[in-house]
Structure formats: C-alpha cells, structure tokens
C-alpha cells in the first residue's frame, strides 16, 4: 500500500469550531475518499480557531509553521503527496522532496484575489497570491479544479508556466474534481445521550461511527432524537415565519446590494417573510460587504425582520436548518464567480432546503437542473454590469423568485424541492464519486516540474535539464546564439 501524505486545512467538518472553512470540508472530502487504499498520514494548516478536535491523528500545524510540515514528511517518507486547496498546495511544493505531487487547486486564487482587490480598491494583495500559483504551477505533477471552467483556466496559467510543451503532450494534466459533500457527525440533531458532543465533548472513534452508521440525516423527530431546537442558537428565530437563510461569511464576491434589495422588495409583499443569517465579515479577507449591507438593513423600514446569529458552532448549523424554509446564494458575477462552486449550496441542499441562486457557478446551474432551486441572474446579463452589479433586472427577478417560493410554501409544496437537492447529493456529490479522478492517478512525474524545495540545487538541475533538452532539439549552435543574445541585452 502506498504512503500518500496529505496536507489540507484545518478546520474540518468533524470538529467543533465557530466556522466551516471550505478549506477544511474539501480536505476531509479527500482524506474519507482515500480511506483504506492508502497509508495515509494528514496534516492540517489551521486556518482558523477549533474548540475541539475530533480526529487526534490529524497532525495540526499552525499556518506559519512550515518547519513543522516538512518534519512529518520527512519521518513519513511519502510515496505520494497531495496538497488540498492552495495554500497547502504551496506549502507541498515547497518541500524538499522527490515524490509526486498532487495540487488540489479549490478555486483559482488569482480570481479570488481580482475580487479582494475589487472590494478593497487595492492591487496590493496580487504579488502575494500569485506567488502561491506561481510556485504551484513551476512544481507539481498533477492538478485538479473544482468546476470544468477553472479546469481551463488552469490550463491557461500551465501554458504560461511552461507546462504544456513536448514532453507533456497528451498528458491529462488537469482534471475536474467537484465539491463532495456527506453526512458528518457534526450535522446531526443529537439526541439527550448525544448531548456530550453537542457540548464539545468528544466521541471516541468506535462511538464516532457507530453514530454515523445508525442514524440518517434527516432530523430530528424523524431519528427519534431531540428536534427541539436549543435556545440560545434560534431564540431570534420566529416559529411559523417563512424564513430564509444565509449561510456563512459575507465574501467578497457576494452581491451585497442585490442581496439586499430583493429581499426588502419582497418582504413588502410576503408579511411572513424573515431573513436570517449566520456569520458576518470575513476577518483578514473582507469586512467591507458586510459592513455595507448591515447599513442598509439599519436604515430599512422592515429592520426588525432581518435576523443576524453571528458566527455559530458548526455543532449548531443543523437547528438552523430546520428553522428555515429556504436558502440564498447571491454572487457578483465576476471571474470567481463563474470558475468557482459554492459549498453553501451543496450544504443546503444536502440538508434538504431549497435554494434561491444567482446563476453563475457550474454548481449553481446543477442546483436548477436538479428541480431543487430557484435560479435568477443569468450570465447573459453580464455585458449591462456595472461592476459586477447585475442590475434592476435581476432584483425584480429576485424578489419575483421570493414571492414565488414564499406561496410554495403556503401551499406546502415547497420542501418537494429540498427533497430534490438531497437526492442530487447523495447521487452526485459522494466524496467516491467525486474523487475517482484521483484515486486512479498512476503517481508519475511530470516533465517540468521544478523541485523548488531543494535550495537552490534543483532549480539549477533542473535548468541543466532544460538547456541540454533544447540542444538536442535545435542542435549546439542554436543554443549558443541564444545564449549569447541574453547577455548582450
């Protein structure tokens, strides 16, 4: 069995946290899959604060401490490596190391810092995250994306780094690895002798998955558990209201505006009609969305009805859940938003509530196409944008999508679609299914890539490498006319 050294990010999902980073879901979507078929050994980078660690197996290493990262790899001797998301992926390609090396790409970086510089009006964060891609792309041998459309932006960049040439021609080096999404531990509405996890006290693993194994997701009264929601998460939560849900931080390619519009224009003709949401502004990253749809609602007429629960324990997402009736993706069409996913979505609906959602994302699409949501904004709109802001359009079309889910539920008809979403789920988005891609990797070197880790030493060989590749192509009097036209510039 051969040795595969994962380094992902920490939070994941089993842990008890304030947050449910998507750094941690998708490692642990990769660590679950690759259960059993390899010898595996993860590190996590914490990416933020964890209250109680499920998993002590997991080796957790602060974000800074890189010495730490390459100590278990060196102990460990990996045959394989793989980086999950891009800042372990770094973090793996700069490792002294000779094995393979698998990089994880969970969205394209450079799109995601184009909408940080946007919100922010600064350029200053670029050089710093291209650094992450460049030195990606100069040294690992395989890479994946989360959506078909960044698997081509990623191709794009390979070209730019001198990745696609003879030697790699025909090779799939890039491939599509949606966001997969289980049952975890955490999810569950748990029951009065459950009551020790639900108040951060640790499962042994044997517990751990006899409970995962025994119960279904689908709630409470349905387990036989306790579906009495706790006080202290939905006390703000009206009984019998139509509540709908966001889930989350408010990111920098979220459409604060239109978020906000078409909710206020709606609640004037849907009185039971509640906004709740969970998280906030994303500290280090963005507080400025944030901050300027708080200010709006401040100064709305229908204040009362908006209901913000701040960051909660990932423990305490579940009761959310039940509470509400529907829940909301509103993305700023930017580069992000079109190569990204949401894993906002993939939870909702794996949690059986319907979803409201700008078209824009690949996942967001499939979310439509399953029955199981509403969705609004189409890509067409895009050449009338102004900054990004779909515009008046698509908040009519928002609030109409609001009112028309707010009658489905009058009539009870609504949760149909729930029920569609938790299908689509299970079907599409197991952590087997979606990792098949990587389970079958043959582990083979690619040519190109540089082993950054090696001081200095590798860069030089492998530039050796390079310049005797290319007198063998092109003959020594070629190389040297080359040469000598370097020097005189």
Same mark, same amino acid.
């Given at each position: 069995?051969?040795?595969? *050294?994962?380094?992902?990010?920490?939070?994941?999902?089993?842990?008890?946290?304030?947050?449910?980073?998507?750094?941690?879901?998708?490692?642990?979507?990769?660590?679950?899959?690759?259960?059993?078929?390899?010898?595996?050994?993860?590190?996590?980078?914490?990416?933020?604060?964890?209250?109680?660690?499920?998993?002590?197996?997991?080796?957790?290493?602060?974000?800074?401490?890189?010495?730490?990262?390459?100590?278990?790899?060196?102990?460990?001797?990996?045959?394989?490596?793989?980086?999950?998301?891009?800042?372990?992926?770094?973090?793996?390609?700069?490792?002294?190391?000779?094995?393979?090396?698998?990089?994880?790409?969970?969205?394209?970086?450079?799109?995601?810092?184009?909408?940080?510089?946007?919100?922010?009006?600064?350029?200053?964060?670029?050089?710093?995250?291209?650094?992450?891609?460049?030195?990606?792309?100069?040294?690992?041998?395989?890479?994946?994306?989360?959506?078909?459309?960044?698997?081509?932006?990623?191709?794009?960049?390979?070209?730019?780094?001198?990745?696609?040439?003879?030697?790699?021609?025909? $090779?799939?080096?890039?491939?599509?690895?949606?966001?997969?999404?289980?049952?975890?531990?955490?999810?569950?509405?748990?029951?009065?002798?459950?009551?020790?996890?639900?108040?951060?006290?640790?499962?042994?693993?044997?517990?751990?998955?006899?409970?995962?194994?025994?119960?279904?997701?689908?709630?409470?009264?349905?387990?036989?558990?306790?579906?009495?929601?706790?006080?202290?998460?939905?006390?703000?939560?009206?009984?019998?209201?139509?509540?709908?849900?966001? /889930?989350?931080?408010?990111? $920098?390619?979220?459409?604060?505006?239109? /978020?906000?519009?078409?909710?206020?224009?709606?609640?004037?003709?849907?009185?039971?009609?509640?906004?709740?949401?969970?998280?906030?502004?994303?500290?280090?990253?963005?507080?400025?969305?944030?901050?300027?749809?708080?200010?709006?609602?401040?100064?709305?007429?229908?204040?009362?009805?908006?209901?913000?629960?701040?960051?909660?324990?990932?423990?305490?997402?579940?009761?959310?859940?039940?509470?509400?009736?529907?829940?909301?993706?509103?993305?700023?069409?930017?580069?992000?938003?079109?190569?990204?996913?949401?894993?906002?979505?993939?939870?909702?609906?794996?949690?059986?509530?319907?979803?409201?959602?700008? *078209?824009?994302?690949?996942?967001?699409?499939?979310?439509?196409?399953?029955?199981?949501?509403?969705?609004?904004?189409?890509?067409?709109? /895009?050449?009338?944008?102004?900054?990004?802001?779909?515009?008046?359009?698509?908040?009519?079309?928002?609030?109409?999508?609001?009112?028309?889910?707010?009658? *489905?539920?009058?009539?009870?008809?609504?949760?149909?679609?729930?029920?569609?979403?938790?299908?689509?789920?299970?079907?599409?988005?197991?952590?087997?299914?979606?990792?098949?891609?990587?389970?079958?990797?043959?582990?083979?070197?690619?040519?190109?890539?540089?082993?950054?880790?090696?001081?200095?030493?590798?860069?030089?060989?492998?530039?050796?490498?390079?310049?005797?590749?290319?007198?063998?192509?092109?003959?020594?009097?070629?190389?040297?006319?080359?040469?000598?036209?370097?020097?005189?510039?």
């Amino acid at each position: 069995m051969k040795k595969l *050294l994962i380094i992902g990010a920490s939070p994941m999902p089993e842990d008890i946290a304030e947050s449910r980073p998507a750094g941690g879901i998708r490692s642990y979507q990769f660590l679950k899959a690759c259960e059993g078929k390899f010898e595996i050994k993860c590190v996590a980078i914490e990416m933020a604060p964890v209250e109680k660690v499920f998993d002590e197996s997991i080796v957790r290493v602060e974000k800074k401490d890189f010495k730490s990262v390459q100590n278990v790899h060196d102990e460990f001797k990996p045959d394989l490596i793989l980086g999950v998301n891009t800042y372990p992926s770094y973090l793996a390609c700069r490792l002294k190391t000779n094995a393979p090396i698998w990089a994880d790409l969970n969205g394209w970086i450079m799109a995601e810092a184009e909408a940080q510089a946007f919100k922010m009006q600064s350029d200053a964060y670029l050089p710093h995250y291209f650094e992450f891609e460049k030195t990606i792309l100069k040294r690992a041998d395989k890479f994946s994306a989360v959506s078909k459309r960044e698997e081509y932006a990623l191709l794009g960049s390979l070209a730019w780094a001198g990745r696609l040439n003879a030697s790699n021609f025909g $090779t799939e080096m890039v491939c599509t690895i949606e966001n997969g999404t289980e049952d975890f531990l955490s999810d569950k509405v748990l029951s009065e002798g459950e009551a020790d996890f639900l108040n951060g006290e640790a499962l042994s693993e044997g517990e751990a998955k006899n409970f995962s194994s025994d119960k279904a997701l689908k709630g409470g009264a349905e387990n036989g558990a306790n579906s009495e929601p706790s006080e202290s998460v939905v006390s703000k939560i009206s009984k019998d209201k139509f509540n709908i849900l966001w /889930l989350g931080g408010y990111n $920098t390619w979220v459409d604060e505006e239109l /978020l906000f519009k078409g909710v206020e224009m709606a609640m004037e003709n849907c009185p039971e009609l509640e906004f709740v949401s969970t998280g906030g502004a994303i500290a280090g990253l963005d507080n400025k969305t944030f901050e300027r749809f708080l200010n709006w609602v401040n100064a709305s007429k229908y204040k009362d009805r908006f209901k913000f629960l701040g960051w909660v324990k990932t423990s305490e997402i579940p009761l959310i859940y039940e509470a509400c009736s529907l829940g909301l993706n509103i993305d700023r069409i930017c580069v992000e938003t079109i190569t990204g996913a949401r894993n906002r979505i993939n939870e909702m609906m794996k949690f059986s509530l319907p979803v409201l959602t700008t *078209l824009g994302s690949e996942i967001a699409s499939k979310c439509v196409g399953a029955c199981a949501g509403f969705g609004i904004g189409r890509i067409d709109y /895009l050449g009338s944008l102004n900054n990004g802001h779909r515009g008046e359009k698509v908040v009519l079309e928002f609030r109409d999508g609001l009112i028309k889910a707010y009658e *489905l539920w009058k009539k009870d008809e609504l949760s149909k679609m729930g029920e569609n979403g938790r299908k689509y789920i299970i079907q599409e988005c197991n952590f087997a299914k979606v990792c098949e891609p990587f389970l079958r990797w043959d582990g083979k070197r690619t040519a190109g890539a540089t082993n950054l880790g090696d001081s200095g030493v590798g860069r030089f060989s492998a530039k050796i490498k390079g310049a005797l590749n290319y007198i063998k192509q092109n003959g020594a009097r070629k190389f040297l006319r080359k040469v000598v036209g370097k020097v005189v510039r």
